[in-house]
């Protein structure tokens, strides 16, 4: 990373920094992780790498959460699930969709939680990755193993039929207007024409907020 950044590679670092922030994120150094994606997400920024932001404002969103900052969390999903939504980008949406089960599962939403890592789950992406049976899967299970068996059973076959650009918009209007439960009940999300103010508008309420 430092030879990329002498050379001014902004692309190479960007990943760099990225793939340093999802390691961070894993290895429960949720402060790290936090800096190092919000420095990539510039950085993809800057070059008008909008799917790779989407990514990295996913990686925020897990960072964010672990560190108890659910509205935070809840902002940086929405964010990057639009993103995806907005540019027909598959990796950011995969990236933020287990985020989201995990956010309405601590929300008491958890046949819904169930559906969503349900529809994540069904690409090789998630459902191969250590990384999310560590950070996310495990704790979907202690969450969801109150319901009985047969309900989460269905509620995986209702999620596995979804189609990933219909769900996004429907988590980005439900987690954004959820007002019942006190873990989002703060949320706002930014409305945005294209990815860059979206963007834009996101980090200048992080640093207002700071």
Request: proline share 3%; charged share 25%; net charge negative.
């Amino acid at each position: 990373m430092s030879i990329a950044r002498e050379v001014g590679d902004q692309g190479t670092s960007a990943f760099a920094l990225f793939v340093l922030g999802w390691v961070a994120v894993a290895e429960g150094a949720f402060l790290e992780a936090r800096e190092l994606a919000e420095e990539s997400a510039k950085l993809y920024q800057e070059i008008g790498e909008w799917a790779e932001v989407g990514e990295t404002l996913a990686v925020l969103g897990y960072a964010f959460r672990e560190l108890r900052q659910y509205a935070q969390a809840n902002r940086h999903f929405c964010a990057a699930l639009r993103m995806a939504a907005e540019l027909r980008a598959f990796l950011p949406a995969l990236y933020s969709l287990p985020g989201a089960a995990l956010l309405l599962a601590e929300a008491g939403e958890l046949v819904r939680a169930v559906e969503v890592y349900a529809l994540a789950s069904r690409y090789a992406f998630v459902a191969n990755s250590r990384w999310f049976q560590d950070v996310v899967e495990s704790q979907m299970s202690v969450a969801v193993a109150a319901l009985p068996p047969d309900v989460v059973a269905a509620a995986e076959e209702r999620g596995k039929t979804w189609d990933v650009w219909q769900a996004a918009a429907e988590l980005i209007d439900e987690l954004s207007k959820a007002k019942r439960k006190p873990l989002v009940a703060d949320m706002a999300v930014a409305e945005s024409p294209t990815p860059a103010h979206a963007f834009e508008k996101l980090f200048a309420q992080d640093i207002a907020s700071e």
